[in-house]
């Protein structure tokens, strides 16, 4: 009777993968599950980006070369070069690539597409609780959104694992033997704990992303002399906010954004005073690709291009 049981998996094509190691890419719904992955392939070993959002684990590295109005093409082979030699298998997520990524796909090496399905009602119930949405409007949005995710699904030619986020959830151990089999992972019992670790319905820090009260924000510039600005403000107060200035994973400073901006008057933001202007030279490293990240002082969570990559290789 074991073949009848539904764990909630299938893998479509996957005798269309190369002998190449794997690149994994995380598509899908929002607020589908696409993040529990993510966070599960990190634990199992996967480099799915260091440059990645925390709260909903995506790699803005490369979010940032993919979502520019005019791609950089050889940039973005010149990462995906870089990541291939360092790194055996590894990947990103992004739910939102999948409205461009095939576009993109000849620059990648042996992709295999992981795609979480959820219960449509969640999915949109999730939205109105984030953001005050109207249900109706939600589950029409998702239900548009599937069927657009299931044509691409359709029409690919590359290897790829749908899957049950519910079934997921209640049979996790035959989840992640699925998962690692897919993408050719080893897995002893210790990474099976770890990748089960992963498994986490509405985690705290995730509902902190989502949530209507959180910083909005924008770093419109890092420049190599070392100055960063932007503008960042809570959405549902005229305070000023705190913000922790990071360069290569340690915190050199605090800044308040309170400085005028007259580009943000006009826009529900009264005298525009959100504004951030701050000097980081003395904390680079010249010769190397520093990593600069923007974050909430109070909640740790960044906003738009607050992680960014600086290189001072060349001169």
């Known amino acids: 009777m074991k073949p009848l049981i539904n764990y909630g998996v299938q893998v479509l094509r996957k005798d269309a993968a190369t002998d190449e190691p794997i690149t994994?890419?995380?598509?899908?719904?929002?607020?589908?599950?696409?993040s529990m992955v993510a966070k599960m392939l990190e634990n199992m070993g996967v480099y799915m980006g260091t440059q990645r959002d925390l709260a909903v684990y995506e790699d803005v590295?490369?979010?940032?070369?993919?979502?520019?109005?005019?791609?950089d093409r050889q940039k973005l082979q010149s990462l995906i070069n870089k990541r291939n030699e360092t790194?055996?298998?590894?990947?990103?997520?992004?739910p939102s690539a999948i409205n461009y990524i095939r576009k993109f796909e000849k620059y990648f090496r042996n992709i295999h597409y992981v795609v979480p399905f959820r219960d449509l009602m969640a999915i949109a119930n999730r939205h109105v609780i984030s953001v005050d949405s109207n249900l109706m409007h939600k589950m029409k949005f998702v239900n548009r959104r599937y069927t657009q995710i299931i044509k691409f699904i359709d029409?690919?030619?590359h290897p790829c694992m749908v899957f049950s986020y519910e079934k997921a959830l209640v049979k996790d151990i035959e989840f992640i033997t699925s998962?690692?089999?897919?993408?050719?992972?080893?897995?002893?019992?210790?990474?099976?704990?770890?990748?089960?670790?992963?498994?986490?319905?509405?985690?705290?820090?995730?509902?902190?992303?989502?949530?209507?009260?959180r910083v909005a924000g924008n770093v419109m510039d890092v420049g190599r002399d070392?100055?960063?600005?932007?503008?960042a403000k809570q959405t549902n107060s005229m305070q000023p906010?705190?913000?922790?200035?990071?360069?290569?994973?340690?915190?050199?400073c605090e800044v308040e954004a309170s400085d005028p901006r007259p580009d943000l008057t006009g826009q529900n933001m009264g005298d525009g005073r959100f504004g951030f202007r701050v000097d980081i030279q003395s904390h680079l490293e010249p010769g190397k690709i520093n990593t600069v990240a923007i974050l909430h002082t109070k909640d740790k969570m960044g906003f738009q291009?607050?992680?960014?990559?600086?290189?001072?290789?060349?001169?």
């Open 179 to 213: 998962l690692a089999n897919f993408l050719n992972l080893p897995l002893s019992d210790d990474l099976t704990q770890r990748a089960k670790a992963a498994i986490q319905v509405d985690s705290r820090l995730y509902l902190k992303s989502t949530r209507t009260n």
């Open 24 to 34: 994994v890419i995380v598509i899908g719904m929002e607020r589908s599950g696409t």
């Open 226 to 231: 070392g100055i960063v600005s932007g503008w």
């Open 155 to 157: 029409k690919s030619k």
């Open 61 to 71: 590295e490369i979010a940032n070369l993919l979502e520019q109005k005019k791609v």
């Open 241 to 252: 906010v705190s913000l922790e200035i990071w360069v290569n994973q340690k915190k050199v």
């Open 305 to 315: 291009n607050s992680i960014q990559s600086l290189d001072l290789t060349r001169d």
């Open 87 to 94: 790194y055996g298998t590894w990947g990103f997520k992004r």
